[in-house]
């Protein structure tokens, strides 16, 4: 008894309450005998992910799961690395000349405000619709804010008497940037990475609904949907998802790797 309460003790909560929520969709809709026209089963969701994923559909030679999530994956992780980039840099210039940081600031946050069904038509025109620079630019600047604004918050938010302290010993800008404020920003990147990580994914996703390449999910979701074939949508969706939930755990194990002081439950 002791070992069957220790074991469910070690089950990951998200776990549980994600079979309950699943089971009781499943059940209801058997119940009921709903029909799956605008909301499948679970069940049939994951029949469709397993036929699309193998590319055994019948008619495709590709897998077109597969295929698309990993053109959207490569967007979405390549559009992330940059906006961390960015972000981090301009984050490091802001806390180093304040002047610019005043005017930079405002405008970080008019790019935040802007809504991506505006910047897309205009980024598709400049980069263009064929290639994958457009969708990047797109979760870059997604990216980018939260990256800019934490960093830079946990750059200039450090103690008094820690600057003090370091300016007494004859310390240098670099080495109080060094020693005393990027050890300090760093829980501050990685809550924004953390909150980044899926955002990535959303923003590249609705970008692709603006054109280019057909072999991406957005495109899979937006026809499977226009066709009524909402399994197929939903496994889409579901790829997505997983796409999401696996950079949000790299992100959690960055952090643990970064941070290993701290204790699992202080990063929840």
């Not at 055994?56 to 897998?63: I, R």
């Not at 604004?149 to 008094?160: D, M, Q, R, S």
């Not at 226009?226 to 579901?238: D, E, K, L, Q």
Request: net charge positive.
């Amino acid at each position: 008894m002791n070992s069957m309460s220790s074991l469910l003790r070690k089950i990951p909560p998200g776990a549980v309450v994600g079979v309950v929520f699943f089971g009781a969709w499943e059940a209801i809709m058997r119940i009921r005998d709903s029909t799956e026209f605008l909301l499948p089963r679970p069940s049939s969701i994951a029949r469709e992910v397993i036929r699309q994923w193998s590319g055994n559909d019948g008619t495709l030679s590709t897998a077109p799961l597969k295929t698309a999530g990993w053109n959207t994956g490569y967007v979405a992780v390549t559009g992330l690395v940059l906006g961390l980039l960015v972000g981090v840099l301009l984050a490091l210039v802001v806390t180093r000349f304040r002047r610019i940081g005043g005017s930079l600031t405002p405008f970080a946050v008019a790019i935040n405000a802007t809504p991506i069904i505006a910047l897309a038509p205009i980024f598709n025109n400049w980069f263009g619709i064929t290639g994958n620079l457009s969708n990047q630019a797109i979760v870059m600047v997604v990216v980018f804010f939260p990256v800019f604004i934490n960093t830079a918050k946990g750059l200039t938010e450090v103690h008094p008497d820690q600057l003090e302290l370091m300016r007494s010993y004859g310390a240098s800008d670099f080495t109080i940037l060094r020693r005393v404020r990027i050890p300090n920003a760093t829980p501050f990147f990685l809550t924004s990475l953390r909150l980044a990580a899926p955002l990535c994914v959303i923003a590249a996703i609705v970008a692709e609904y603006f054109g280019g390449p057909q072999d991406r999910l957005g495109p899979v979701i937006t026809q499977n949907a226009s066709f009524t074939r909402y399994a197929s949508a939903w496994a889409a969706i579901v790829v997505a998802s997983g796409i999401g939930l696996g950079l949000f755990g790299l992100a959690l194990l960055t952090e643990r790797f970064a941070m290993p002081w701290k204790r699992p439950a202080q990063m929840q």
